[in-house]
Each structure stands twice: as C-alpha cells, then as structure tokens.
C-alpha cells in the first residue's frame, strides 16, 4: 500500500487530445497526483500551488463512466439531505461551505465473484433433547457486476452504497471527458483493496447458506469455501465529492455523477440533538396531558 494520499487530477479545456498526463507533487500536503495541465490547478486537498514535477507517466489504459449529473444536480442534492436536518451544524449549512463540490474519478474495479465448496455444521434441535446433527451444504452463489474501490481517500463504507455505476454508459478512456475533474490516484494494491470485499462475501454466503440448515440451533464446524474473482476491468467511477473540516475533523458528502445515489459522513450537532430531545419531550408531554387531564 503506497502511503500519503495520492491521487491524480485532470483539469483542461475541451480541445485536449493528449494521451499522456505529467506526475506532480504538492509539497503543502506531501500529496502527488496525475495532471494533463497544471495552469491554474491547486491541490484537491489542501488547494495549494507548491507543487513540483516529478518523472512519471499515467497510462490511460482503463474505462471510464462519464458524468451525467451535473454540479447544480449535487448542490441541490445536498441541500435536501443537509439544510433541514436538526442535527447538522449551521456550519454545514453556509454556502461558502458547500459551493466547493468537486469531480472526481474514483479508480476502482468491476468484477463478478463466485463462491463454491462446503460448510459442515453441527445442528441440534430443543425438543431433540440434545441430539446433534452433521449437516454438510454444497455451495455455490455468484455475485456479479461488484465495484471495489482502488482509493483510500474516504471509506469504503462511505462509497460502497453509491459506488454502483450501469454497464451500459462505461467506455473507453477518452480525454474530453475529463475536463475541469479530478482524478484520484489508486493507492491500494489488488490484494489490499480485495481483502475487505472477500472478508464480506465471505460472511453473507455463510450466512445464505444457514438459511438452507433447518435446524433451530447450527454451529459452523468446517468451512471449505473458496471465492474467485473473474471478468476483472479497471473503470473509473464519478463521483461528486466535498470535502469539510470542521472542529478538527473532516467530514464528506458523496454523491454518485451517473445516477445521483449520495451517501455522507457529517459529525452532528450536540446542541442540536439537545434541543431536538426538548422539543420531542414537551410534544409528547403535551399530548399526554390534552389526552389525559383534559
């Protein structure tokens, strides 16, 4: 796993046709990226320009989903899920704050899996007085079209329930859909960035294949399952994405650039969840005396 946060950026006008993008390093931030042009570009992170040119090339070989929603479609996103949510710090809510949206790519993998072997439990039922059972299932589930992310710049928690992208709107690498985006740099290996995902698959297909033990009590005495991974292909995913700090703590909101799903990691207000209690206690206190005493 490469360490500090890397990624690549891409911000240029239409009439781009270079293949190729230049290395860079910002030194406010000690972050390296991808870059097509620099002029006028500052870093995703920390939005400074002491930036120097380092010796390496980006390849270009991989798909890309182009952005279809556009940044008044995060904006507007945004301010649904955030503007009259009590809990939210007025922080959340300036406009200073929330205007500084940006596109990204997130590199990431499309791949389908498969799960095949057998579990044996030991299964018992109460009104068998004890009496145990060898139980051995023979499984075999595939999970297609998964999307893993290459990138530790937020959680995988954060990203995996708006990292789902439709097949039919991936192509191939083409520069003109990259303008005014970032790029973020894959920073996790294959097996760092597939071991979570196995860890996951892993425990739903034990537990699918519990429900097929018809027993009240099972215990899981051998696992003998294996997963592969097939029909692999490295895509870039869009994403919009903001970025806040707030009380020395970052917090980010995520919204899908294809089909517009949007999750988000915003700290709540502590006065807010206070006064929100108070006038949840006086509604029903209220309530309680019209029904009550009157």
């Known amino acids: 796993m490469n360490s500090g946060n890397e990624f690549f950026l891409n911000s240029f006008e239409d009439n781009v046709s270079k293949n190729m993008v230049s290395f860079y390093h910002c030194k406010d931030c000690d972050t390296s990226f991808y870059c097509n042009d620099l002029n006028g570009n500052s870093c995703i992170f920390c939005n400074g320009n002491n930036i120097e040119k380092l010796e390496e090339e980006k390849d270009n070989s991989i798909s890309i989903t182009p952005f279809i929603k556009n940044m008044e479609d995060a904006v507007a996103c945004y301010k649904r899920n955030i503007f009259w949510n009590p809990f939210i710090p007025l922080y959340f809510k300036r406009k200073k704050n929330y205007q500084n949206f940006k596109k990204v790519y997130v590199p ?127 895509v870039l995913v869009p994403i919009y994405y903001l970025k806040m700090t707030y009380h020395g703590k970052n917090n980010y909101y995520l919204m899908n650039g294809e089909n517009g799903k949007y999750n988000y990691e915003i700290m709540n207000s502590k006065l807010g969840v206070v006064l929100f209690s108070i006038v949840v206690f006086l509604l029903l206190f209220l309530i309680f005396y019209f029904v009550f005493f009157l």
């Open 108 to 234: 990431c993998y499309l791949l389908d899996a498969n799960v095949t072997g057998n579990i044996s439990y030991r299964a018992m039922d109460k009104h068998t007085n004890g009496e145990a059972y060898d139980v051995v299932l023979q499984t075999n589930f595939d999970y297609n079209q998964l999307v893993l992310k290459r990138c530790s710049l937020f959680s995988d928690s954060l990203f995996e329930s708006i990292g789902i992208i439709d097949l039919k709107n991936v192509v191939d690498y083409d520069t003109s859909l990259l303008c005014d985006t970032y790029i973020i740099k894959d920073n996790l290996s294959y097996l760092d960035a597939s071991s979570e995902l196995r860890n996951k698959i892993m425990d739903k297909s034990i537990n699918m294949s519990e429900d097929g033990v018809l027993h009240s009590q099972k215990v899981v005495r051998k696992n003998d399952l294996e997963i592969s991974f097939h029909n692999v292909k490295e």
